[in-house]
């Protein structure tokens, strides 16, 4: 793969009790806070966060920390810039949804593993985007989180989980929409106008819109006029008389009564607020300091196993030679141990690396087999597991890459060609563009 032309992920360590009031309309951050508390302002929104927790911060937002007995955190900048290049076009205006780690451990373990480890990930920038030492190892990490972030934390995800699929082409037209609208604020913007900006017809566009977004087309204009009004508010010396006008708000009654409704303050009230009186005392660690806050929450995810033999596969794929599809058999043994991890009597499929599989899958139009082994999905509870992993995959991809797929189910017994037939028959259901045949072994 072709190198990226610079370093697109800045990472610094914070000490502080009030941190200054950060946006940037061309990156966006991932921030763990490793000690102490804080409570975290982005947009609207106020959050209690202590050492463990992590959140996103979307470009376009303003957000800032307040801490009262002081607090230590890893703050990731990562320009969109990036995700267009590892993904599709327009990825760079991608919503990230905040999904880290549920405290009532309400979501399945294997999703909470994923974002363990994302976090791993997320550490490990210090280290390498800080010592010159490491910068080889840059372009790689860039690709992994970027992906990451569209593949698993885009809010597209999160208003399909329900595992329906929307195609990469519709994804596109979402967001070529969303640009249409950030760049017309001042407008009087309608779905009419909107469609026929895309040149759709207002029904379709609709429907376009259901499946991408939930919230109604006006609630997201009302959204985006919002943030930039906040923006203006807190980064400017505009009236509100000129930030209503600039924003697209028909009169200021009407801009005060939606400002209200969202920040619960009037705007004066919210820019005295995050403006007047706050003394900030945020620095920057120096190296050796924020490596050792670091490395205590890389310890505790030691557990964390990263080098799959997927990976190990895609490192492969990537660092070798673009072989032509109609020459490159690429099987990939889902079950394989180094692809599986113990937690306690618990297994977890971590497949680590099969989305960056896939990626690259997608990119050159690989024919993939998956192998999988039958003695791996006798209980109920593992081949449940195996369903929603490969609908949530559907469901990213689309496709443009499972119509490239291949199943090959290994069966040692009569009982588990039974259960394989069955499985067969979901897979055949679910991605009617993929292959699937039984073996007995």
């Known amino acids: 793969m072709k190198p990226f032309r610079h370093d697109y992920i800045t990472s610094q360590v914070l000490r502080f009790h009030q941190t200054a009031l950060r946006y940037s309309a061309s990156a966006l951050n991932v921030v763990a806070i490793l000690e102490g508390r804080a409570q975290v302002k982005r947009f609207s929104r106020l959050s209690e966060m202590s050492a463990g927790d992590v959140f996103f911060v979307n470009a376009g937002e303003v957000w800032a920390m307040t801490s009262r007995e002081g607090c230590t955190a890893l703050c990731v900048e990562i320009e969109t810039a990036l995700l267009p290049q590892v993904s599709y076009p327009y990825a760079d205006r991608v919503q990230l949804v905040d999904s880290l780690v549920d405290p009532d451990q309400t979501r399945e373990v294997s999703l909470v593993?994923?974002?363990?480890?994302?976090?791993?990930?997320?550490?490990?920038?210090?280290?390498?985007?800080?010592?010159?030492?490491?910068?080889?190892?840059?372009?790689?990490?860039?690709?992994?989180?970027?992906?990451?972030?569209?593949?698993?934390?885009?809010?597209?995800n999160e208003v399909n989980r329900q595992f329906r699929a929307v195609s990469e082409d519709k994804f596109v037209r979402y967001y070529r929409i969303m640009d249409y609208i950030v760049t017309h604020l001042e407008e009087k913007l309608s779905l009419q106008q909107a469609a026929d900006a895309e040149k759709m017809q207002k029904s379709y566009f609709a429907q376009l819109w259901k499946q991408n977004d939930n919230m109604t087309f006006l609630e997201c204009v009302s959204r985006c006029r919002l943030r930039e009004a906040e923006r203006r508010l807190l980064f400017t010396a505009e009236s509100n008389a000129g930030i209503c006008k600039a924003c697209g708000?028909?009169?200021?009654?009407?801009?005060?009564r939606n400002f209200q409704q969202e920040f619960e303050m009037t705007p004066s009230q919210w820019k005295s607020r995050w403006t007047q009186g706050r003394c900030l005392d945020e620095e920057?660690?120096?190296?050796?300091?924020?490596?050792?806050?670091?490395?205590?929450?890389?310890?505790?995810?030691?557990?964390?196993?990263t080098d799959t033999r997927l990976y190990q596969q895609y490192l492969w794929l990537r660092e070798g030679p673009e072989t032509k599809a109609a020459a490159l058999e690429l099987k990939l043994d889902l079950y394989h141990p180094d692809n599986v991890l113990m937690l306690g009597q618990q297994r977890v499929l971590?497949?680590?690396?099969?989305?960056?599989?896939m990626n690259i899958v997608r990119q050159r139009q690989l024919?993939?087999?998956?192998?999988?082994?039958?003695?791996?999905?006798?209980?109920?509870?593992?081949?449940?597991?195996?369903?929603?992993?490969?609908?949530?995959?559907?469901?990213?991809?689309?496709t443009r890459v499972t119509k490239n797929w291949k199943f090959e189910l290994a069966c040692r017994s009569e009982r588990e060609l039974d259960q394989a037939e069955k499985l067969c028959g979901w897979l055949q259901k679910k991605l009617p563009t993929c292959k699937a045949v039984c073996v007995l072994t």
């Open 284 to 305: 920057r660690l120096p190296l050796q300091e924020g490596l050792r806050c670091v490395a205590v929450q890389q310890r505790q995810l030691d557990y964390v196993k």
């Open 367 to 398: 024919s993939v087999t998956l192998q999988l082994r039958m003695d791996c999905l006798l209980e109920p509870q593992d081949q449940q597991e195996f369903e929603e992993l490969i609908a949530q995959v559907y469901a990213r991809l689309g």
């Open 350 to 357: 971590t497949w680590y690396g099969f989305d960056l599989l």
């Open 249 to 256: 708000f028909s009169d200021s009654k009407y801009f005060y």
């Open 113 to 156: 593993y994923r974002d363990c480890i994302f976090l791993k990930d997320i550490l490990e920038t210090y280290a390498l985007f800080n010592q010159k030492e490491k910068a080889s190892q840059r372009p790689l990490m860039e690709e992994k989180l970027g992906l990451t972030l569209v593949m698993e934390y885009n809010v597209q």
